[in-house]
């Protein structure tokens, strides 16, 4: 991701919209050329490319393609110009989401750890596409809505391998193993992806049975982010609302919560064998 903190050019309050992110990777390239005395037609000549498109480049009159950001990233050894136009690609996928659920994605990526409780589906970080898509379908997105949803939710997965790793808790109710979401063959391969990603190192997986019952799963789904400077903010998602809290006695309480959650759920070795228990039953 771009550190927008550090350029003064990037206005920190609209560095995840994309008009502002295009606006800044046209400034930069307008930036480098011009720290190199170079026309338009120059600097053209020397990247292939025609003055005029060059122009609609600076000026924000193009999209970004793949490889005219690889290209501008090797002529001027700076690899921000990809990053950036994979940003510009991230946020305009956000203008689909709620102003809530926005901005917990951006703060997700930043996090150092995720804890996310889901009383009835499959947490968001762990659906494969099919399952993600069917229960897209369901909730009656048009097509267009729901393919950049998906393809977000994919890209958002990326932060579960990053280097240095985020921790990751996640507290699945078994409700949500056993709700056949696009059925069978979608279940299936849903299940062997949740066993696949709690493999890994930084990454538990605990399963609330349906014989443990608490007020603490009452309320419906939650995650809390934690921050290296120590500080937190919870995200909640009742119906036809979400929204990011960093009021600290709120966020306490959240982590209060899936305190005593984790407390009532089985411990993840045993979380697991439940989970391949219901695998077994999609294979049937």
Known sequence: MVDTEADPLMPRHNSRK????????????????????????????????SAQWLH?????????????????????????????????????????????????????????????????????????????????????????????????????????????????????????????VGGSQVMREQIEQIIEIADRPNVRIWVLPFSSVTYAALDGIFALLGFEDGSGLMYVEPPELSQVIEDPEIVARGDTRFGILAGEALPHAASLDLIKKHLKEYLQ
């Not at 502002?20 to 053209?44: C, I, M, N, T």
């Not at 369901?138 to 997965?157: C, F, N, Y």
């Open 56 to 180: 609609k480049m600076e000026a924000t009159d193009k999209s970004i393609s793949e490889k005219f950001a690889e290209d501008c990233a090797t002529y001027f050894k700076d690899p921000e110009f990809i990053e950036l136009r994979e940003d510009i690609i991230r946020a305009g996928r956000l203008v689909n989401f709620s102003q809530g659920f926005s901005e917990y994605l951006v703060r997700e990526e930043v996090a150092a750890s995720v804890r996310e409780f889901s009383p009835q589906v499959i947490p968001g970080l762990l659906q494969t596409e099919n399952y993600a898509r069917a229960l897209m379908v369901a909730a009656g997105h048009t097509p267009d809505v729901l393919e950049e949803r998906i393809a977000t939710r994919v890209d958002r997965q990326r932060i579960l391998t990053k280097v240095p790793y985020t921790e990751f808790q996640f507290i699945i109710h078994e409700a949500a193993l056993i709700t056949p």
């Open 18 to 49: 994309p008009g502002s992110l295009r606006a800044y990777f046209g400034a930069k390239l307008r930036r480098q050329r011009e720290a190199r005395r170079f026309s338009l037609e120059r600097l053209a000549e020397e990247m292939g490319y």
